[in-house]
């Protein structure tokens, strides 16, 4: 057998190869190029995530008392971005010099987006709520607002959950529940809902024709209420407890799909292990902002009521005081100075900053952070606390 | 705020990081300019649940071992970055459907994989080490075309380095046909070609001897904590050697004087910012879109509209609430080819399933949770191969329906359960890419390295394509192609460069 070589190519070819490129340039049109928006791939991009929504107020509902619904449509003729059931916006405040976002998410249809250009966010007043509390006493039809894309996982995802999931909801954190039940209504979702709504009174429900009309109409929507200090026909009574959500829950898999306040987290926690369901069965929306870091057993001891924070941005300094027991991303929006942020949960790092001196507390149920920003000095300023003096490299809103 | 610099590099990719850290380690005043919020470009990490994804490296090439350094484990070492390298030393596991289709496993060292390909294709083995033996012939002669600066002498070449001309000229299929290599061997060996996107008939066969040498000889490398770890370790070589990083600084103009040369940037914000030199991480399509069209030169015009933009891909994220055992995986990296030839695979693409399969955990055992595993798959596919009918309103819906075919085909292919089994997924595709690294219809390997673009021809033109004075590129869309190793060298070499002209050296 002969020895493998490469003598029928011919090396000549080689010499050529530069002298024919150059020819096969000159050749072509200098023709201007398309604009980066004009190609299909862009554009979804930037339909889906634009930078930022500038919407109107358009209507106002109210649904409780101290809970308002607002309808934001699109001020240009730039569709708005569409979204999944469950997903939420972030909206940019500024109350006096302290800028400040929040997340909401979006009580209204999908569909309510791509037909009329519009969501829905529903507002609930909070005892020392800043933002809830601004919104509720300032906005009007016509006030015009800066809102994010539409962001968050807490979305169905068909190749994940099961085909039914039992939604747990408590007082105001019906809302991702409206737009999932809208959309599987719609028909834009394929999926069952059982809803399990928790509410104290009767009064604290929220929502409640909107969901019996859908329920009416859709036989793969179920709303269950569950008053704890009341009684209305047809509705259970007590908790969201382990026995109540096997009452209602299918045979076989379902997904468990949970959003309501701090209370209801921390007892479903008692509950939620009595059902012996996968990790991969169980969906929590985000947390939100991060209180009271004090009352945490890992929380060091001896630290101050007040430290500095010196926020570097682009090479420019700026300290400002700040309270402790606040994230220093609140801090840093109290002092004025813009700043990223989304899920405001620890989450989505949007807001993601260098340390680069100076220790902080970070709430270990909340650290969302990529495991080289830990070697690095990364940290997530919406759930972190400052315990010293400290100096951190913030990027421009 | 500091706004005159000597160097400003726009794209925190993997090559202007590698470039920004060079020239901040020289001691030139650098600021490199990232529109997002973390650096790497496809080099980062996502976290969903209680998994962190890698969204795009499948392995290096080019590390080697502290012992036997290769190109990148130095540029790293050099640049004062302390990486935590894996290793994984099979070459891959290629399973092609149909009546001619095979299963077979290659495993790194040159002599492993002579025996696993003859035990595949008996009789295959002389021309497999003949095409080995050309790894060797073209580093040399390679060496001797960068000493002189791609303008080597042709008489030296032709008596010296005949076979490098040979393969340096021809395509990969063409040497290997030359060689004698039996067709099963061929598409065996080809196999690797989705990693550089242009099927081995029109792909240089030195580039692709370069690469599968270097994976074949090294073994592969991939850092301990995803890519976003070599992206970070980049990172603080540049600041604290004194340089700046700006993230959430979105270049929107190319700034130049009035003789055409290259002088600064002005964000979104308006903010204007000078150098001496300015590198471009961000492909010249991208930069020409950013600059007063009197400055583009017609023959770079002419070049960009010459070029094929290159592939992109769908890629599936799967987190599994199962460990790899318990699912039978034994493999890192699977190709899986619904046709045995890379022509048919790329031209059929649409119909086909022909994607790459990795287990992180294969090689990182801990990369997720005890109990729990992650998969990731690759689609290749060309920019504009989305469905027409494409909106913003059904394109969750198409993408969901595209992971699954490319799940169930694995399940039933190589009988894993999967779906059962998923806790979190995470689907990205053109659209995807086009969202976070801002390239033309979400491309992601720069140009096409079809032969009459190749690597070797942008080397030897590499100072005549590019003319505009001050302004350099780097990274995947430039002279070395796309893939981690090449946007790291071409950054670095890029680096060197524009210290030399600073500095006044060589």
Not at chain 1, 229 to 255: R, T, V, W
Not at chain 1, 309 to 319: E, K, N, Y
Not at chain 1, 359 to 367: E, T
Not at chain 2, 201 to 220: E, I, P, Q, R
Request: charged share 25%; with cysteine; glycine share 8%.
């Amino acid at each position: 057998m002969k020895k493998p070589s490469l003598r029928t190519l011919n090396p000549a070819k080689f010499l050529k190869a530069g002298p024919n490129r150059e020819a096969r340039i000159m050749a072509t049109e200098a023709k201007p190029l398309p604009k980066l928006n004009e190609y299909p791939a862009n554009k979804i991009a930037i339909a889906l995530h634009p930078k930022k929504q500038v919407v109107k107020v358009t209507n106002i509902v109210e649904r409780a008392s101290g809970v308002k619904s607002y309808t934001l449509k699109a001020t240009t003729d730039t569709p708005i971005a569409y979204f999944s059931a469950g997903q939420y916006i972030v909206v940019n405040l500024q109350i006096g010099d302290y800028l400040l976002t929040r997340p909401y998410s979006i009580s209204s249809s999908p569909k309510q987006a791509q037909v009329d250009n519009e969501y829905e966010l529903t507002v609930k007043r909070v005892d020392g709520g800043l933002a809830s509390n601004y919104i509720l006493d300032n906005w009007t039809i016509g006030t015009e607002v800066t809102i994010s894309a539409p962001a968050g996982n807490f979305t169905y995802e068909p190749l994940r959950d099961a085909k039914t999931v039992v939604g747990l909801a408590g007082g105001s954190g019906i809302t991702p529940f409206v737009s999932l039940a809208k959309a599987i209504a719609d028909g834009d979702e394929d999926a069952n809902l059982m809803l399990l709504y928790g509410c104290a009174t009767k009064n604290d429900m929220l929502f409640k024709d909107e969901l019996d009309a859908i329920c009416e109409k859709c036989d793969k929507v179920k709303v269950v209420y569950v008053l704890s200090n009341d009684k209305l026909e047809g509705a259970e009574e007590g908790f969201l407890s382990a026995e109540l959500i096997k009452k209602y829950a299918p045979e076989g898999d379902y997904s468990v799909f949970i959003c309501g306040p701090q209370g209801m987290y921390n007892y479903l926690d008692t509950q939620l292990p009595l059902l012996g369901l996968r990790k991969k069965f169980i969906r929590h929306e985000l947390f939100g902002e991060y209180r009271n870091p004090q009352a945490n057993a890992d929380y060091p001891e001896c630290v101050e009521k007040s430290v500095k924070i010196t926020v570097v941005c682009r090479g420019d300094a700026t300290t400002i005081e700040a309270d402790t027991n606040d994230t220093i991303l609140v801090s840093i929006e109290k002092a004025g100075i813009p700043a990223p942020a989304r899920c405001r949960s620890g989450s989505c790092g949007w807001c993601r900053a260098k340390l680069t001196s100076g220790d902080v507390y970070i709430p270990k149920d909340v650290d969302g952070r990529k495991l080289a920003d830990y070697d690095y000095g990364y940290i997530h300023p919406c759930c972190s606390f400052p315990l010293s003096d400290i100096t951190i490299e913030i990027f421009k809103k | 705020m500091r706004t005159q610099f000597d160097v400003i590099v726009v794209g925190a990719g993997n090559g202007g990081l590698a470039a920004a850290a060079t020239t901040a380690r020289a001691g030139l005043s650098t600021l490199l300019l990232e529109k997002h919020n973390v650096p790497g470009g496809s080099a980062s990490t996502f976290r969903r649940g209680r998994f962190e994804f890698e969204p795009s490296l499948h392995e290096l090439c080019s590390v080697g071992t502290k012992e036997n350094p290769q190109k990148i484990y130095n540029i790293f070492k050099e640049l004062g970055c302390e990486i935590d390298w894996r290793y994984e030393y099979n070459t891959f596991r290629a399973i092609c459907d149909g009546e001619d289709g095979y299963d077979v496993k290659l495993r790194a060292g040159f002599d492993n994989f002579c025996d696993d390909m003859e035990k595949a294709v008996p009789g295959s083995r002389e021309s497999v080490k003949a095409f080995f033996d050309l790894v060797k012939k073209n580093d040399e002669a390679l060496a001797y075309v960068y000493e002189k600066k791609g303008n080597p002498n042709p008489l030296v070449m032709l008596f010296k380095h005949a076979d490098f001309l040979k393969s340096a000229s021809h395509s990969t299929e063409e040497v290997e046909i030359a060689l004698g290599m039996p067709e099963k061997a061929r598409n065996i060996m080809n196999t690797y070609w989705g990693y550089l996107g242009v099927p081995t008939d029109d792909l240089n066969a030195m580039h692709y001897l370069s690469m599968v040498g270097s994976y074949v000889d090294d073994g592969a490398a991939m850092p301990y904590k995803r890519s976003h770890e070599l992206s970070l370790a980049l990172e603080k070589s540049i600041t604290d050697a004194g340089g700046e990083v700006w993230y959430n600084a979105q270049v929107s103009k190319f700034l130049y004087k009035e003789d055409g040369s290259c002088c600064g940037v002005q964000l979104q914000d308006g903010t204007e910012l000078y150098a001496k030199e300015i590198i471009s991480n961000i492909i010249p399509n991208n930069v020409y879109g950013m600059s007063d069209p009197k400055f583009v030169p017609e023959k770079e015009l002419k070049l960009a509209n010459a070029r094929t933009l290159g592939m992109t891909f769908v890629t599936i994220y799967v987190g599994l609430d199962c460990s790899k055992e318990e699912l039978g995986i034994e493999d890192y990296t699977i190709f899986k080819m619904p046709f045995p030839n890379p022509r048919e695979q790329f031209n059929r693409r649409e119909e086909g399933t022909y994607y790459v399969f990795n287990c992180l955990n294969e090689v990182i055992p801990d990369a997720s949770p005890k109990g729990t595993c992650m998969l990731f798959f690759t689609v290749p596919l060309m920019p504009g191969d989305l469905p027409e009918n494409l909106t913003q309103y059904n394109y969750k819906k198409w993408k969901n329906e595209l992971a699954e075919v490319y799940i169930k085909d694995c399940e039933k292919s190589m009988g894993f359960d999967i779906m059962s089994h998923i806790e979190e997924i995470s689907v990205a595709t053109p659209v995807s890419f086009a969202r976070y690294l801002g390239t033309p219809n979400g491309e992601v390997y720069g140009y096409q390295n079809e032969n009459w673009d190749s690597v070797i021809n942008r080397s030897q033109a590499q100072f005549t394509d590019f003319t505009v004075p001050h302004l350099h590129y780097c990274g995947g869309h430039s002279v070395m192609g796309d893939g981690f190793s090449s946007a790291y060298i071409t950054g670095h070499d890029t680096g060197i460069r524009v210290v030399n002209s600073i500095k006044g050296g060589k």
